[in-house]
């Protein structure tokens, strides 16, 4: 079964750091887009972050720039988000996704598999 399984949430404070992991099976990743989109209540998904595999060249959006970092772990087929400098305004369910090839922008519906998303609460 093709599937990906987010860990790492939680609640923090503003300030605080967190790790997310998301482990992908069924499938390899070595040749995927692979990234991360969040979703606050009433907002639609919005892209964080995304990784090409085969280079490792990474993406941000302007939002989270310099405070969050993805990163692939071919070996162990996993990608994880490392965000430092969490703020309140960073809670949200956070997804990742995988595609197949290369896709420069965080663009939804480029990504076909999609995880079931992990809590991050950030309070003041």
């Known amino acids: 079964e093709v599937q990906l399984v987010e860990s790492g949430g939680g609640s923090v404070q503003a300030g605080g750091s967190l790790r997310l992991a998301c482990a992908a099976s069924g499938f390899a990743t070595s040749r995927n887009s692979l990234a991360w989109f969040r979703q606050a209540p009433g907002n639609g998904r919005e892209g964080v972050a995304r990784?090409?595999?085969?280079?490792?060249?990474?993406f941000y959006s302007d939002s989270v720039k310099g405070r969050f970092t993805i990163s692939h772990d071919i070996a162990k087929n996993t990608a994880y988000l490392q965000m430092n400098g969490l703020k309140p305004e960073d809670t949200a369910m956070y997804f990742c996704?995988?595609?197949?090839?290369?896709?420069?922008?965080?663009?939804?519906?480029?990504?076909?598999?999609w995880g079931q998303g992990t809590q991050v609460t950030v309070s003041s």
């Open positions: 990784i090409w595999t085969v280079t490792g060249i990474s």
């Open positions: 996704a995988a595609a197949e090839g290369s896709f420069p922008f965080l663009n939804p519906s480029d990504y076909a598999i």
